[in-house]
Nanobody, 125 residues
């Protein structure tokens, strides 16, 4: 049974940092792509970053380039999203998602089959 569990969300001041974790289980991570998505109140869910675990190829949305980094620990079956220099516009529920694929990872929500429950991130002074 595929499971993804996000953690690490919370309240952070503008300019601060957070690291989100996505703990996975029930599948072999090497054959999957993992994406990070976020959904702010009243807005559609959008892709933030993704990684193809077979070779570590990554993508970042333009809105977070230079500030966010995706990484993985295949021993722990855990993915991370390091978020730096955060702004109030980063406030959202953050989700990780998985898809079995060898293709380059995608930032479209419809490309993913399995989703975590989300973790709230709030950027406010």
């Amino acid at each position: 049974q595929v499971q993804l569990v996000e953690s690490g969300g919370g309240l952070v001041q503008p300019g601060g940092s957070l690291r989100l974790s996505c703990e996975t289980s029930g599948f072999k991570l090497d054959y999957y792509a993992i994406g990070w998505f976020r959904q702010a109140p009243g807005k559609e869910r959008e892709g933030v970053s993704c990684i193809r675990n077979s070779d570590g190829d990554t993508r970042l949305a333009d809105s977070v380039k230079g500030r966010f980094t995706i990484s993985r620990d295949n021993v722990k079956n855990t993915l991370y999203l390091q978020m730096n220099n955060m702004t109030p516009e980063d406030t959202a529920v953050y989700y990780c998602a998985a898809k079995q694929t060898i293709l380059p990872c995608a930032l479209q929500t419809g490309a993913y089959d399995y989703w975590g429950q989300g973790t709230q991130v709030t950027v406010s002074s």
